[in-house]
Structure formats: C-alpha cells, structure tokens
C-alpha cells in the first residue's frame, strides 16, 4: 500500500509564506508526477501545481503562478509547495497526489484522474 502524508500547513497573514511538504512511504512506490490540489470549503477541488520527474518540469494554475513554487525528490517520492504572498483565497486544505506511471496519460498534469495515490490533506488559512 502507499501513503501520501502531508505537513506544513497552518494560519498566515495575508503576504506571507509556507513551505508545504509530502512524504510516501512504500519500498517499491516510484512515481512518474507528483502534484498538489486544494479544496476551499463549498468549492470543487482545484489542480494547483504539478512536477514531472523525468525532466524537472514544472506545472501551476493560474492562479498560483509566480506565487507558488512546486520541488521535490523523485528518489525519495518527497514533493515541496513553497506559497509565497498568500492571500486569502488560497485557504483550503491543501492535498499531495502522486502519478505511478506505467501508461501514458496525456499532456494535462491538470487532471484529478492521471493521480492514483492521494493524502489526506494539510489546513492551509490566510488571514486578511
């Protein structure tokens, strides 16, 4: 079995920052993206950023984009969300989700379904 756990999470001013990380566990897991979405309450879960292990290329929403920054290592399945100038619309729980691979699964890393592992999501709150 594989198990996503997320951390980093917690309340911050408007401006602010947090890194968020995730952390799998499994001796055979690898994977070949990992991603992170979020929920706010009353709100559809929304793709924020993605990374594909093969080359280091990253994905952003929108909306997070210039503002988040998506690391991580591939080896270990340890994948970072750095949220700079946080704003109140970004409270949600934050959720990590991981692409084993194995077939191809087209150019939208944007997708709920190309991530077959999830966890159970970090409290992200920004005050104004």
């Known amino acids: 079995q594989v198990q996503l756990v997320e951390s980093g999470g917690g309340l911050v001013q408007a401006g602010g920052s947090l890194r968020l990380s995730c952390a799998a566990s499994g001796r055979t897991f690898s994977s070949y993206a990992m991603g992170w979405f979020r929920q706010a309450p009353g709100k559809e879960r929304e793709f924020v950023a993605a990374?594909?292990?093969?080359?280091?290329?990253?994905y952003y929403a929108d909306s997070v984009k210039g503002r988040f920054t998506i690391s991580g290592d591939n080896a270990k399945n340890t994948v970072y969300l750095l949220m700079n100038s946080l704003k109140p619309e970004d409270t949600a729980v934050y959720y990590c989700a991981a692409d084993p691979g194995g077939n191809y699964r087209g150019p939208l890393f944007s997708r709920e379904t190309r991530y077959d592992y999830w966890g159970q999501g970090t409290q992200v709150t920004v005050s104004s």
């Open positions: 990374i594909r292990w093969n080359d280091g290329r990253t």
